[in-house]
């Protein structure tokens, strides 16, 4: 890429028109010719141009192998920013826009990072197709790294294996199923509560009582100490304990409250109370409908 489509390139990405950029020191009909390649610009020119551009000097007239170190640098202000203040999407924007589909390593984590967060802020808002789809971009922006990412990936399976306990139509395509089956991660509060809920079902209680000793008071123990009351025969406090929890401020439309239906039902139908039972199973089956829309 020579020079003049280097100026073109930015100019259009800065929004600026030729008078924009040409301002009072040269011509706008001097600048087209810049662009077009058919002038070459002089140095203090290529200078009063980079300034209007707010790029170095050397970005406007580095070799190609070159260029991505200067946007790197340019850019990455703005990416730190972002990071900083938890804007995953405009991070993400930043990157796109600025390099587009290049490898970089340190672009390539930080961009598996960002679409691993919103893949999971996708999740805990319920919608799990959009989920799924975070999680494979993540997955694939993290192959693209010498950087340590397995942590991307351990916690990616698990979230995989746990949606596909939801419904068998939300997938992976990066990961194989031994990957995704062997899978455990203790260092996300999701996956440390999949943990837990597969420890209590092949009845590890041990695990299950230092999750708890540990995680007692989120949403996600609340809902295992109910689980535990009702597999212990004490359907009255189970719903008591589940009641309250669904009055939870922090207890978000997801998949947490379709499990707590289901317990729900599950215990209406023991206390014979087939008409709430009946209530809590059509609002799970509604919440599945809403959980499994379209991304």
Same mark, same amino acid.
């Given at each position: ?64 192998? +070159? ?119 203790? +260092?996300? +509060? ?88 009946? +209530? ?16």
């Amino acid at each position: 890429m020579n020079v003049g489509e280097k100026i073109r390139r930015l100019r259009l990405s800065k929004v600026m028109t030729q008078a924009d950029l040409a301002g009072d020191q040269i011509t706008r009909n001097m600048l087209c010719s810049i662009e077009r390649g058919v002038a070459l610009p002089s140095l203090p020119t290529v200078c009063y141009i980079a300034e209007r551009l707010n790029v170095p000097v050397g970005f406007l007239l580095s070799e190609e192998r +070159e260029e991505l170190a200067y946007r790197k640098m340019s850019a990455m202000p703005n990416i730190r920013r972002a990071l900083l203040a938890g804007d995953h999407a405009g991070c993400l924007s930043i990157i796109r826009a600025t390099f587009g589909d290049e490898r970089d390593d340190e672009i390539a984590l930080i961009r598996a990072e960002c679409e691993f967060c919103m893949a999971k802020e996708a999740f805990e808002h319920g919608r799990l197709r959009a989920a799924a789809v975070g999680f494979d971009r993540a997955l694939a922006a993290a192959k693209q790294t010498v950087y340590d990412t397995g942590w991307i990936v351990t916690r990616a399976a698990v979230y995989f294996r746990y949606l596909s306990g939801i419904s068998p139509t939300v997938s992976s395509d990066m990961l194989e199923e031994s990957e995704i089956l062997c899978a455990r991660s203790l +260092e996300d +509060e999701f996956c440390a509560y999949v943990m837990a809920k597969e420890a209590l079902e092949a009845e590890r209680t041990g695990e299950v009582a230092d999750y708890l000793a540990q995680c007692g008071d989120t949403v996600y123990a609340a809902r295992l100490s109910a689980l535990l009351k009702m597999r212990a025969g004490d359907i009255g406090k189970a719903l008591l304990l589940y009641e309250r929890l669904l009055a939870r401020e922090d207890l978000s439309v997801g998949v947490l409250m379709y499990e707590i239906f289901g317990d729900m039902e599950l215990c209406c139908r023991r206390n014979d109370d087939y008409k709430r039972a009946y +209530e809590f199973s059509s609002s799970r089956i509604g919440l599945l409908e809403r959980l499994l829309e379209e991304a």
